[in-house]
């Protein structure tokens, strides 16, 4: 018998039942090789039973991202329109800021305080969706930052369209 080091790792998410691993890791490693399972009984007479090497594969999750970037969409009288579609099934934020101000993150807009205005919308895989920023007033400029927060909690990359503003009346 020959004696190695083993250096223990627990994976989220993963349970070995029975000879079985059952669950759904998480986490970013691409490949993890060389793991093994191992069961003990200390009732008789500490038994032990590992099973052979085998590697463990998990895939991150991908973002979801914007297959139509948000864009502004034929305004109507103080409403400014942002058409958009979404690669997942999920939530959209949207805001508007004051001219220039910081980009915020898509947690950020998750949480909506803080804006000019806020809203949020539940949106299907690859259909095209709009929602409008409503009581515009002329000359006001503002910058509007969107991001799509998929069913699991992953964030898109916050997209931007600068100087929004209303048209005047004709």
Known sequence: IYEFPVDAETIAGVALSTGTINGTPTGTQAVTSNYFGRSTNTANGALIADTNLFSITINAAANPTFTSAPAIGTRPASTIPINFTS?????????????????PTCDALEIGAGYVQAWSEAVVATVADSHSFSSITDGTLTDGYFCIEDGSGNDSAVAAIADMYKLPAY
């Open 87 to 103: 690669d997942t099934t999920g939530t959209v934020y949207g805001a508007r800021l004051t001219d220039g101000a910081a980009a």
